[in-house]
């Protein structure tokens, strides 16, 4: 599996993004995508994700972004989108695209992107 995130920007604090990222490959028996990033010195955290894609799907969201972002799937085109609203100075990170692909019953494959960089001004 591929995954190539698009839509990094400079953005001013308050405004809006959104990013995307799109899945090629051997996208069968996906369990879970979303959305991870690292700012610089800091820990790589999860933003969103979904989860138990086959099960109907449930959404992880961080506590810092709740009612902020949101995160959504196009299972035709193999895209996993993060709507960014009121964006704030300590959002900017590289935000990386992250899957999760079932190999057993008891264990997963799991795939990176590269990253797109979102900046917030102040």
């Known amino acids: 599996v591929h995954l190539v995130e698009s839509g990094g920007d400079l953005v001013q604090a308050g405004g809006s993004l959104n990013v995307s990222c799109e899945a090629s490959?051997?996208?069968?028996?996906?369990?879970?995508v979303g959305w991870y990033r690292e700012a610089p010195g800091k820990r790589r955290e999860l933003v969103a994700l979904?989860?138990?894609?086959?099960?109907?799907?449930?959404?992880d969201i961080a506590d810092s972004v709740k009612g902020r972002f949101s995160i959504s799937m196009d299972s035709a085109k193999n895209l996993v989108h993060l709507q960014m609203s009121a964006l704030r100075p300590e959002d900017t990170a590289l935000y990386l695209c992250?899957?999760?692909?079932?190999?057993?019953?008891?264990?997963?494959?799991?795939?990176w992107g590269q990253g797109t960089q979102v900046t917030v001004s102040s």
């Open positions: 992250y899957a999760e692909q079932l190999i057993t019953s008891i264990s997963i494959r799991t795939y």
């Open positions: 490959g051997d996208t069968a028996d996906i369990g879970a």
């Open positions: 979904l989860r138990g894609l086959r099960e109907g799907g449930f959404v």
